[in-house]
């Protein structure tokens, strides 16, 4: 018995590391389409159809689309705000700030756990849970005043779509894990990434004289960044502990930012590799003291 669910941990483990270098493409790959001129919101409307795609076939295949009306108008409100809302602040942050910062600023996400916590749920943090978020916040603002890993001044529109990319983030977590006691994983995120892409879609200014290698772009954002990346996530919720997930999820800013400067040679200043350890360091004290 021991055995088997050792491996099954273990299993959980392997998921959420390949969800993290899956996601921690995101910034490398949505550059590119962003370079030829297509738009942040065009490129997040691309990025959820196919997603949304590969999900519905997934479903399609397990035969677990039939549902309450009601619960899927849920999910798919959902994926307005976390997935439409999120990747289109996603990409609109990686244009103004660079992909680096963007990732940063989204792991920001227990901090506003946290928050939420005390203001709705009266859980007063301890002394070390505030002590950490004073340390974020502190970083944030070092990385901000930085002007994030693209040369040039800080963007405040940037600064404020990454953190409210955090804001979008830290609410997946609860929402997901939830519903998946009823329905399974592909399913909730097919009517997810329906919802996402029928908000984008009335927002976004959509073509097709695309490049080849827009196209290309915009097929690894769908599969591998979307698909791949969220499918291995809903998996590892089902075996390890939403704390321990989320903790090994840190793999993916560091991974992000290593891609960034090898690709697109964004690269913090000084106080921002202060400031971005920071905020990953006490993000990550505050996830596991959550445990």
Wanted: one cysteine or more.
């Amino acid at each position: 018995m021991c055995a088997a669910v050792s491996f099954r941990a273990l299993q959980g483990y392997g998921f959420i590391v390949a969800a993290a270098v899956c996601w921690s493409l995101i910034g490398v790959v949505g550059r590119l389409p962003m370079s030829m001129g297509t738009s942040p919101l065009e490129t997040a409307f691309w990025r959820t159809a196919f997603g949304c795609c590969c999900f519905m076939l997934h479903a399609l295949r397990c035969g677990g689309w039939r549902m309450p009306w009601r619960h899927a108008l849920c999910l798919a409100g959902f994926g307005v705000w976390g997935v439409g809302a999120f990747f289109g602040l996603t990409q609109y942050a990686v244009a103004l700030s660079g992909g680096a910062m963007t990732v940063v600023l989204l792991y920001t996400a227990p901090v506003w756990v946290a928050l939420f916590s005390f203001l709705f749920f009266h859980e007063r943090p301890d002394r070390r849970t505030l002590a950490a978020m004073g340390v974020a916040l502190a970083g944030t603002a070092l990385l901000c005043g930085s002007g994030g890993s693209l040369s040039g001044a800080p963007s405040p529109t940037g600064i404020v779509c990454g953190l409210a990319t955090g804001l979008c983030y830290a609410t997946h977590y609860p929402f997901c894990r939830w519903w998946q006691q009823r329905y399974d994983t592909a399913v909730i995120y097919a009517w997810m990434f329906l919802g996402g892409t029928l908000a984008l879609g009335l927002f976004a200014p959509i073509g097709l004289a695309h490049r080849a290698t827009d196209w290309g772009a915009f097929l690894v954002l769908g599969v591998v960044c979307c698909y791949a990346g969220y499918y291995c996530y809903g998996q590892s919720l089902l075996r390890i502990p939403l704390v321990r997930a989320a903790a090994v999820g840190y793999l993916e800013p560091l991974l992000s930012t290593l891609w960034l400067a090898l690709f697109w040679n964004e690269a913090f200043t000084p106080a921002g590799w202060c400031g971005g350890a920071l905020v990953i360091g006490a993000v990550l004290t505050i996830t596991l003291r959550r445990s």
